[in-house]
């Protein structure tokens, strides 16, 4: 037990967020009403089943006498009532969660003796409360039936609002609700008010156990020992008539940042009823007009509350007959605007500097200001819900298949490519589409992964979504039918679906992050510019990016990209240049084929090292399985029949279902796919290898400063590694000596492999670099497939609380964070001058950063809309 004057904002665990609030502001000679709280100390005791605490109720008698003394009031005196609230208030803001029971020590005695003073509707309206909250808190009654009675007499009355009940009517309803009290408990409201206090405070403890009290926790990973503290502070009245009433402000504009108090005042009504939004409130520019003299006082009051606490507050207080009282403070909840720009305005105010600043602002908040939105419309479903897979804002035809995509967009059509999930063969039909959804898949699926690198609104995984490419239509349960160019629209960040065109709004902060510009007149635009370049100043980790074309590496460097940390090169062999691959498989024209391929490579490689020109650019090595470059078996299988049934089937076909068959594979992720490749086309890698090499060469000598290294991808064992990097080193000496030069290229590996972490330390001594690759590394780890589990299971696993959140999309730290840790601390035990790089999606997970940057991790390779928000985070965590 502690009065507040006793207290300090320090004492939270003990006092409750509440109550070291409260006991703040009294230190700072703020007007607090006096009052006292029941630590919660208390709360865990009593929880624990040891009932009331030894000598709790004398200490609350000895508070009570104190506060007596201070407000001058006596507990049940009808002469000189004090009432009190008792307040919940755990040390974790839980708002809404807990209950309170206000007026407590209301009688008829003290009612009466009000009405007898000339205050019969203040009286009979803080009586009706007491009962209201003392029937529903206290003794479980449904709080149903009380507004039921209130709204059956508003509606008799003709009140449009409890402000229009008068006296009489508040009378009548306190009745009522006692009628309640009686018919369900046996008993009428005690008249001893003692006994009201001591058995709102145990329901008061007993509401930490309450449902919703227990479901928010879980949600917030709050932890349920804590308790609450129970706060008893003399009631103050804003319901006492014109110059009373209560607000709810804020030191700043919660949604926009802006400076100068903000907030809302309603006359004649206590706190609830500002909360309840039962009645329009006024602004405080009104109470200002109304009352300056207050308004001035409370404009004091907030600043020392800013100035005091170096952030924006939200304050609640009271005015009873023209007495200004502040009942609570905390740390406001602002809107992600509203932090960045409230940040760096108190850094300029010189409250704070710009450190702190940054440790105000996160990724996740800079994330929604980067991307487009949907004007904000109350009146619209969703058709539909998914996973957001790769946030934005975007509208357009629904077509089912790459190839309409394409088709459409080049007639000037705005397409949304629906599929049941996507394959490396869709790659074009995603470029097109302004947004992508799938029936199947998670947040690493391959749509999701494309999606986000190329910036493409994503919704993986849309239930109930069944996706018919053949009848080129898409259906939903209850029977929605979606046609072929049906129009939809797509919102990536929440993970909705809606019908029809949605108005869009574009972000006028990642226009301004792309352009640089540093003079935008919008000051969140200016902030979140401002806390970039901070985050830049400080941090340890680099920023490149995850990009394959010139137009990708384009949109890195624009957003800070410091190179390219993942080029993945399957996409130059996907699609049309499919047929390239086959004909090396079938052996058909094998030479041809090659040459194709590496001068097609030759060709992309220049324009990206071009591009990146001055910045590293990691190219890995082909890594899907090979079967994604065949023919689909299937459909092979049946045109084979087909040709059998009409009598005869040409040996070229005959040949292609053998090839197609001989490396079909039931579990292709974890069959012939990255490094194992070399042992089956190692002509293909060599093709590669060259290509860099020549491209890398002819620019350095036309005076270009390029950087390309060499990544190989899924390996599991160091023989591989030394096979590979032994074939590329003599290709890559090749090439140099060729041109008359001496060329080195640096080599790097994949750590992606559970084997391969935990022989790290072999790894290294052939190796340039590590660079995770905690897509597969989860994959493997778990044993969980990254492109089918999300529809399968994993989804129900968070339903049920079996996980807590995706590993494919934040990094989990205890098994797969200990394999990257392990291999990072065996890697540079061997070889301190290994580079360590991530590349998985993780890399561009706000919610990871700290995970990498504590391990040791030198850079981060993340899809290119992804790199301000890394820079941010990496910047955080370096301060
Ligand atoms: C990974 O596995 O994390 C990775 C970056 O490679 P990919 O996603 O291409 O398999
Ligand atoms: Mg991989």
Not at 48 to 58: A, R, V
Not at 148 to 175: F, V
Not at 382 to 401: E, I, K, N, R
């Amino acid at each position: 037990m502690l009065e507040l004057h006793e207290g300090d904002r320090t004492m939270a665990a003990l006092l409750g967020g509440k109550g070291a609030g409260l006991a703040e502001m009294s230190r700072l000679g703020l007007p607090v009403p006096p009052g006292f709280i029941v630590t919660t100390e208390a709360c865990r005791a009593w929880l624990s089943g040891g009932g009331e605490p030894d000598g709790l109720w004398d200490q609350v008698e000895s508070a009570l006498t104190d506060l007596e003394r201070r407000s001058g009031l006596r507990f049940g005196d009808p002469a000189a009532p004090l009432l009190v609230s008792v307040r919940s208030g755990a040390r974790f803001s839980m708002p809404g969660m807990m209950e309170t029971v206000l007026d407590v020590g209301m009688t008829d005695a003290v009612a009466a003796a009000l009405v007898a003073r000339g205050e019969a509707r203040f009286a009979w309206d803080s009586y009706r409360r007491l009962v209201q909250m003392y029937g529903r808190t206290v003794l479980g009654i449904d709080g149903g039936l009380f507004d039921a009675q209130l709204m059956g007499l508003r509606t008799e009355l003709g009140a449009t609002s409890d402000a229009h009940l008068d006296a009489a009517a508040l009378q009548r309803l306190t009745g009522e609700f006692r009628r309640i009290v009686v018919e369900h408990t046996g008993a009428d409201l005690p008249q001893e008010p003692r006994e009201q206090l001591r058995h709102a405070v145990v329901a008061v403890f007993a509401s930490w156990n309450g449902e919703r009290a227990r479901l928010y926790r879980a949600h917030e990973g709050i932890p349920d020992d804590l308790g609450t503290a129970v706060n008893i502070v003399q009631m103050v009245f804003g319901n006492r008539g014109e110059r009373s009433g209560s607000g709810v402000c804020f030191t700043r504009d919660p949604v926009s940042g802006a400076p100068g108090a903000f907030g809302d005042y309603l006359p004649d009504a206590q706190g609830e009823d500002v909360v309840s939004g039962s009645r329009s409130p006024m602004d405080l520019s009104e109470l200002a007009r109304r009352e300056p003299g207050l308004h001035h006082e409370l404009s004091e009051h907030l600043r020392t509350l800013e100035t005091h606490y170096r952030d924006l507050c939200d304050v609640e207080f009271t005015v009873e007959r023209g007495r200004l009282w502040i009942l609570q403070t905390r740390l406001g909840k602002r809107s992600p605007a509203a932090a960045f720009r409230i940040a760096v305005e108190l850094a300029e105010e010189g409250v704070i500097d710009l450190d702190e600043a940054l440790t105000r602002v996160d990724g996740t908040q800079l994330q929604t200001l980067l991307h487009p939105t949907f004007a904000a419309r109350e009146d619209v479903r969703p058709l539909a819900t998914g996973l957001p897979a790769s946030p934005g804002a975007a509208y357009g035809q629904l077509v089912f298949d790459s190839a309409t995509a394409m088709e459409w967009t080049a007639l000037g059509r705005q397409v949304v490519l629906a599929r049941p999930e996507t394959s490396p063969d869709d790659f074009g039909g995603l470029l097109a589409a302004r947004a992508v959804i799938t029936s199947r898949g998670g947040l690493t699926s391959h749509a999701a992964v494309v999606a986000r690198g190329l910036g493409r609104t994503c919704v993986t995984g849309v239930e109930g979504l069944v996706v018919d490419p053949v009848d080129r239509l898409a259906t939903l349960p209850g029977g929605v039918t979606l046609p072929e160019g049906t129009v939809v629209s797509v919102d990536g960040t929440a993970g909705e679906l809606y019908a029809g065109q949605r108005e869009i709004q574009p972000s006028p902060v990642a226009t301004a992050v792309e352009a640089g510009d540093t003079h935008s007149e919008d000051p969140t635009v200016r902030a979140v510019l401002t806390l970039l370049a901070h985050a830049d100043a400080r941090r340890r980790l680099g920023v490149l990016a995850n990009a394959e074309t010139p137009e990708e590496a384009r949109a890195a460097r624009r957003f800070g990209a410091e190179g390219i940390g993942l080029c993945r090169t399957e996409h130059m062999l996907l699609g049309e240049r499919r047929v390239l691959v086959e004909r090396l498989v079938t052996d058909e024209d094998r030479e041809g084929a090659l040459a194709e391929i590496e001068q097609l490579a030759h060709a992309e490689f220049t324009s990206l090292l071009e591009t990146m020109e001055g910045l590293p650019v990691v190219v890995r090595l082909l890594d899907p399985p090979l079967h994604e470059f065949l023919p689909d078996l299937v459909e092979l299988s049946v045109e084979v029949a087909r040709a059998e049934e009409r009598g005869g089937v040409e040996p070229a076909l005959e040949r292609r279902l053998a090839t197609t068959r001989r490396w079909h594979e039931s579990n292709p992720m974890l069959g012939l796919r990255g490094v194992r490749l070399l042992t089956v086309l190692p002509q293909i890698i060599d093709a590669q290898v060259r290509a860099l090499a020549e491209a890398t060469v002819e620019l350095r000598d036309a005076g270009h400063d390029v950087r390309p290294e060499l990544m190989v991808p899924l390996v599991a064992d160091v023989a591989e590694l030394v096979a590979a990097r032994a074939r590329m080193e003599g290709i890559v000496a090749d090439v140099g000596r060729a041109h008359g030069a001496s060329l080195h290229l640096p080599i790097g590996v994949m750590v992606e492999l559970p084997r391969a972490a935990l022989t790290a330390a072999e790894l290294a001594q052939h190796a340039d670099f590590f660079s995770f690759g905690t897509n597969d590394l989860t994959q493997t780890t778990w044993g969980i497939s990254r492109d089918d589990a999300e529809a399968n299971f994993l989804a129900a696993y968070r339903d049920a609380g079996i996980l807590a959140t995706d590993p494919f999309k934040t990094i989990d730290e205890v098994g797969v964070g200990a394999l990257v840790e392990l291999a990072a601390r065996d890697g540079r035990r061997t070889c301190p001058e290994l580079g360590l790089g991530a590349c998985g999606e993780h890399a561009g997970d706000p919610a990871s950063v700290a995970f990498f940057a504590r391990v040791g991790i030198d850079y981060l390779s993340c899809s290119p809309p992804r790199i301000p928000v890394v820079r941010l985070e990496a910047g955080r965590q370096a301060v």
